[in-house]
């Protein structure tokens, strides 16, 4: 089965400067999260989201940051404006909401703000 | 906020040596997750243990739940250079819905 696939694999903008990142999940995988890890710590998830709805957004810096999953299949990550804080690799991961487990990450977007 | 700690935060080793690594976490879980990330990569998943169980292998890993001590371990036996990487414990929530990260351990695998 084909893995989550996530674009860009690089970005690198200026700060104040707006950019995007997409997910495509597995198919059929109700369940997609967005999370942000910065060099030298863990993932930390921002929003979850159950098929095309929000089901936690707690971490998310709403002022800056935005997602949405329409139809509930894709999703894009947005922030705007960007802060050099926002370094770091954006993994998106689904899971099939059915049963199992398993959690398939992509292999995420690195973003350099500069 | 994250789940817990883990330790060591590195760990450096020979080749054919064991190596260690502990996590532990706050709330009450549905199961823990072991992770490996090469640099640059994304997250591969190791292995699960679901919080009714206390110890489970996969090849040359093994990973112990005390849920009492809200701990986890996770053994390499025989490490080689190939295992150089980051590892990560994740807890599942009660309900099994959502991942939280450990800060990881950095393993290095001298060969």
């Known amino acids: 089965e084909a893995g989550v696939a996530q674009s860009p694999r690089y970005k690198i903008i200026e700060k104040r400067q707006s950019v995007a990142f997409w997910c495509n999940p597995i198919?059929?995988?109700?369940?997609l999260y967005w999370y942000q890890q910065i060099l030298g710590q863990g993932p930390k998830l921002l929003i979850q989201f159950q098929n095309n709805g929000v089901v936690d957004d707690s971490q998310l810096p709403k002022d800056r940051f935005s997602a949405e999953r329409l139809k509930g299949v894709d999703s894009t990550l947005k922030i705007q404006p960007a802060k050099l804080e926002d370094s770091a690799v954006y993994l998106c991961?689904?899971?099939?909401?059915?049963?199992?487990?398993?959690?398939?990450f992509g292999s995420g977007t690195r973003l350099t703000v500069v | 906020s994250q789940q817990g700690e883990e330790d060591p935060q590195a760990l450096s080793i020979q080749e054919g040596e064991n190596a260690t690594m502990n996590c532990s976490y706050k709330t009450s879980i549905n199961n823990l997750q072991w992770y490996r990330q090469n640099s640059g990569r994304g997250l591969v998943h190791l292995i699960l243990i679901r919080s009714n169980e206390r110890e489970k292998h996969s090849g040359r890993l093994r990973v112990t739940l005390d849920t009492s001590k809200k701990s986890s371990s996770l053994l390499i036996t025989a490490s080689r250079a190939a295992d150089t990487a980051s590892y990560f414990c994740?807890?599942?929530?009660?309900?099994?819905?959502?991942?939280?990260f450990g800060a990881g351990t950095i393993l290095r695998v001298k060969s």
């Open positions: 991961a689904s899971r099939d909401s059915e049963g199992g487990y398993g959690y398939t």
């Open positions: 994740a807890t599942d929530g009660e309900y099994g819905n959502k991942l939280v």
């Open positions: 198919s059929g995988h109700a369940t």
